[in-house]
């Protein structure tokens, strides 16, 4: 089972950035799957959430009407397009899938996003 981030990097204030976690290893259309972030010093937290059916998804108040996320059940894929980012948006920015047991939850290695000008 794994998920593999990519798409981070440094962009200016104001930029975009699309995120893409790539899933292997089990049914991806079965579950809920859900972008985090950890900036330094700052717990992990959670940036938006999508159900196994895809659809508009949840997100933390700190992102909506400026992230998005979505997924493609055939690719096995979740993104995350992150428009007009500010510098607070830095962070490693995790996948995560919740399996039921015994696998449980599994996370991504992270891909790290800079805003800065």
């Known amino acids: 089972v794994h998920l593999v981030e990519s798409g981070g990097g440094l962009v200016q204030p104001g930029g975009s950035l699309r995120l893409s976690c790539a899933a292997s290893g089990f049914t991806f259309r079965r579950y809920v799957m859900s972008w985090y972030r950890q900036a330094p010093g700052k717990e992990r937290e959670l940036v938006a959430t999508i159900s196994d059916a895809g659809g508009s998804g949840n997100y933390a108040d700190s992102v909506k009407a400026r992230f998005t996320i979505s997924r493609d059940n055939a690719k096995m894929t979740v993104d995350l397009q992150m428009n007009s980012l500010k510098p607070e948006d830095t962070a490693v920015y995790y996948c995560?899938?919740?399996?039921?047991?015994?696998?449980?939850?599994?996370w991504g290695q992270g891909t790290q996003v800079t805003v800065s000008s």
């Open positions: 995560k899938a919740d399996l039921p047991y015994p696998r449980g939850t599994i």
